[in-house]
């Protein structure tokens, strides 16, 4: 599904650059479950932004579905940004004095109508907010902001989730909760692709 071949990422700081990913190759499949690992700086987020498309290597190839993603043009670029990759993040990034029904429906855009509303409903049902549609961030827990994200990530139906630190700053109970809401994804089919420092999460 993914193929990275000799990625290399730099990023220029003044006169000098820092490498932040030199010659990476893996490959990922289908319905796989990965843990990206590593200690603070060695380049997990980099890797993860280049994968989701929101930046972009110096060299090396990226294969997503068998096309060379750099070869895709505008239109395939911001399909595969909206549609095939969902984005979970540790700091959630929700739109503050939004609901967490609006937030959800948000990736919707083009189709705002009850059809994307009664769908964020549901996946925000799903993932337990079902009593918390009109809630606002500030007005929910970081275990249930997490889950608002999560409910977002899904609402395209994009069939790839990449998780920063997903549960970076979360208590243990709501850790374990995201946990078990990504796992029940994976075992749908869904692939997820997670950065974490911890060994009982990668694990
Ligand atoms: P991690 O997620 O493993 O903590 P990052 O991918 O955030 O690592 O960073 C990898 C390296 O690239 C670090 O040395 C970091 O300082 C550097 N870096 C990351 N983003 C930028 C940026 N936008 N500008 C300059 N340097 C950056």
């Known amino acids: 599904m993914?193929?990275?071949?000799?990625?290399?990422?730099?990023?220029?700081?003044?006169?000098?650059?820092?490498?932040?990913?030199?010659?990476?190759?893996?490959?990922?499949?289908?319905?796989?479950?990965?843990?990206?690992?590593?200690?603070?700086?060695?380049?997990?987020?980099?890797?993860?932004?280049?994968?989701?498309?929101?930046?972009?290597?110096?060299?090396?190839s990226y294969k997503l579905f068998g096309k060379e993603v750099s070869q895709l043009n505008e239109d395939?670029?911001?399909?595969?940004?909206?549609?095939?990759?969902?984005?979970?993040?540790?700091?959630?990034?929700?739109?503050?004095?939004?609901?967490?029904?609006e937030n959800v429906a948000l990736p919707l855009l083009y189709h705002f109508n009850n059809n994307g509303t009664s769908k964020a409903r549901r996946l925000l049902e799903e993932v337990g907010l079902g009593a918390r549609l009109q809630h606002r961030p500030n007005e929910?827990?970081?275990?249930?902001?997490?889950?608002?994200?999560?409910?977002?990530?899904?609402?395209?139906?994009?069939?790839i989730i990449l998780a920063d630190e997903p549960t970076g700053n979360l208590d243990s109970a709501s850790e374990k909760e995201i946990m078990d809401i990504l796992s029940r994804l994976n075992e749908r089919g869904m692939s997820i692709i997670l950065i974490t420092h911890e060994a009982d999460i990668a694990k």
Do not use: C, W
Request: proline content about 6%; aromatic content about 6%; overall charge positive.
């Open 140 to 159: 929910l827990s970081g275990g249930q902001q997490q889950k608002v994200a999560i409910a977002r990530a899904l609402i395209n139906d994009a069939p």
């Open 2 to 60: 993914i193929q990275l071949s000799n990625i290399h990422k730099t990023y220029p700081m003044g006169s000098v650059s820092v490498p932040a990913l030199r010659e990476i190759s893996l490959t990922i499949e289908r319905g796989e479950f990965i843990a990206i690992m590593g200690p603070s700086g060695s380049g997990k987020s980099t890797l993860l932004h280049i994968l989701g498309r929101l930046d972009t290597p110096d060299s090396g």
């Open 76 to 101: 395939e670029l911001a399909f595969l940004r909206g549609k095939v990759f969902g984005f979970v993040f540790q700091q959630f990034h929700l739109l503050p004095r939004t609901t967490a029904l």
